[in-house]
Nanobody, 122 residues
């Protein structure tokens, strides 16, 4: 059983940056692909970015490509999401997730964190 705890969310002005972290425990971190998803009020949870077990492969949603960067440190059991040039439409609760398959679908991931709020003001 993997436990995930996100941190780093907050309030930022448009054009600013935030770095989210997700610390994992209770499993062998390097065995899991990791993903970031987000959910805005009244909307479905959507894919943001994912990274393979060793970090060799990454995938991004078109809406964040070129602005967000996902990375991981397997020695620290942590995955990161660096978010730059933030826009008001990036406002959402951001969730990290762990799964045994590298993918972009919510159903791919078995373990989820509790989420961290990101609010971007215009």
């Amino acid at each position: 059983q993997v436990q995930l705890v996100e941190s780093g969310g907050g309030l930022v002005q448009a054009g600013g940056s935030l770095r989210l972290s997700c610390a994992a425990s209770g499993g062998t971190f390097s065995m899991y692909a990791m993903g970031w998803f987000r959910q805005a009020p009244g909307k479905e949870r959507e894919f943001v970015a994912s990274i393979s077990r060793r970090g060799a492969s990454t995938v991004y949603a078109d809406s964040v490509k070129g602005r967000f960067t996902i990375s991981r440190d397997n020695a620290k059991n942590t995955v990161y999401l660096q978010m730059n040039i933030l826009k008001p439409e990036d406002t959402a609760v951001y969730y990290c997730a762990a799964g045994t398959v590298f993918g972009i679908k919510v159903s791919t991931y078995a373990y989820w964190g509790q989420g961290t709020q990101v609010t971007v003001s215009s």
